[in-house]
């Protein structure tokens, strides 16, 4: 019999539960978020577990916990007696509580994907500073964080330094916690993780925050204001989000519902093979020119991009904050070419024949260039096809740019 459901997502906090079940070959099934994970779980928190005679759990740390003692109660990795459990436990709240939210407050911040403050970010940075300093002195003496071997207190936070590494850790930060480094890279080179652990980059520099290019904003009547109201940022990768304000009225909700819904086609090319299967579909069921619209859009200042990291955060940000139009459109947008010398373009599907209403929900949208497109015209059409795909090179001016990251709108 199935042991079990284990929801889990790119999200940070499915990482050490998705290599559990992964390392102990758990008869356990790891999916996205469906409608059983709705109905049972209200709060939209990853990760969550459904085990056999709906015995459900959430909370990281009790998911994890329970997925070790599914498969050996006497596994090593829950430490050698109660002494060395309660430290596990402490190491494992202490990042869940006191890391991974203050460096996601700091990232969150610079990202825009709640609103900037300075004071918010460096109180965070000083005391993420802090909470690092809690693990060096540890590290300094130890190989691990508790006893002489790897345990579940080991696994669980390197999961979440790798944020560390994607956002703040940047190259001085490494030569000055050699410690640290050492011990992430044992533990990720380990057997529970080393098939798990996402490719990813170490920064070279911490994020810094780069406010956003705004062009002078032409004076419009009030009533217009009034009828395409701003909400605010949409929530973050890995933390959870203050309460939302009522949600005011999308204009585009007065063109009604269109003949294809837009979840069908989101979940096509969610699960689909994208050239083979979901952008077919995509021409034959989803795009009908009297309901959609089609527009590229490229970022205007590619001249100020730095490394790409940092570009494809600016097109992260840019997505929460057009979370208020999810319902009205779908799009990819990537990062072509290479540190120093690269830029933003996309493509993207607008309900209704005018981008406006749909991109102006997000304060940055005039950083960004719309060029309708006429998918008759093959240029445009392959243009299109290419950015759903986004698996060859962009040509940008006659020139073909490899594709070092991207983000997909849906
Ligand atoms: N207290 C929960 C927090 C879970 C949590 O906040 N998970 C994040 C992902 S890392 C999440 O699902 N955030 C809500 C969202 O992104 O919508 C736990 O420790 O498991």
């Known amino acids: 019999m199935s042991q079990g459901t284990l929801y889990a997502t790119e999200q940070i906090r499915s990482l050490a539960p998705k290599a559990i079940v992964q390392h102990f070959k758990l008869d356990v ?9 709705h109905k049972y779980f209200p709060l939209n928190k990853i990760p969550a577990f459904i085990g056999p005679k709906g015995f459900k759990l959430h909370e990281i740390i009790a998911i994890s916990l329970y997925l070790i003692n599914l498969a050996d109660p006497k596994s090593k990795l829950l430490g050698k007696n109660a002494g060395e459990y309660a430290q596990i436990l402490k190491w494992a709240s202490f990042s869940n509580t006191e890391f991974l939210p203050t460096i996601a407050t700091a990232h969150k911040s610079i990202n825009g994907i709640i609103p900037y403050n300075k004071k918010l970010v460096d109180d965070a940075l000083a005391y993420l500073d802090k909470v690092v300093a809690i693990f060096d002195a540890r590290l300094a003496n130890y190989t691990y964080l508790v006893g002489e071997r790897i345990t579940f207190a080991d696994i669980f936070a390197a999961t979440y330094f790798i944020r560390g590494f994607n956002w703040f850790f940047g190259t001085e930060w490494r030569k000055q916690h050699p410690n640290i480094i050492r011990w992430f890279n044992t533990v990720v080179a380990s057997e529970y993780l080393v098939d ?26 009030a009533a217009k204001k009034e009828a395409a109201p701003k909400k605010p940022a949409a929530p973050a990768a890995d933390e959870e989000e203050p309460a939302a304000a009522p949600k005011p009225k999308h204009p585009l909700e007065a063109l009604g519902r269109p003949k294809a819904a837009l979840d069908e086609w989101k979940r096509v090319y969610s699960n689909e093979e994208t050239r083979e299967t979901a952008i077919p579909w995509f021409w034959k069921n989803q795009f009908d020119p009297e309901e959609w619209s089609l527009w590229k859009v490229d970022y205007k200042y590619n001249d100020e991009l730095t490394l790409t990291f940092m570009s494809n955060n600016l097109v992260g940000g840019f997505f929460n904050r057009l979370s208020a139009s999810t319902k009205y459109m779908f799009g990819c947008m990537v990062v072509y070419g290479e540190n ?37 015209n093959e240029e445009s059409k392959n243009f299109i096809n290419n950015m759903f795909a986004w698996d060859e090179p962009v040509v940008i001016n006659g020139e073909k740019r490899e594709i070092a990251d991207g983000k997909v709108f849906k």
Do not use: H
């Open 29 to 37: 099934k790891i999916t996205d978020k469906d409608d059983t994970y």
């Open 196 to 221: 798990v652990i996402p490719k990813f980059e170490y920064t070279d520099k911490p994020e810094v925050y780069v406010p956003p290019k705004k062009e002078k904003k032409k004076q419009e009547p």
């Open 340 to 376: 120093n010398n690269n830029g933003i373009t996309g493509a993207f599907l607008v309900r209704g024949q005018d981008y406006k209403p749909a991109f102006d929900v997000a304060p940055d949208w005039e950083s960004y260039e719309f060029t309708k497109l006429d998918p008759t």
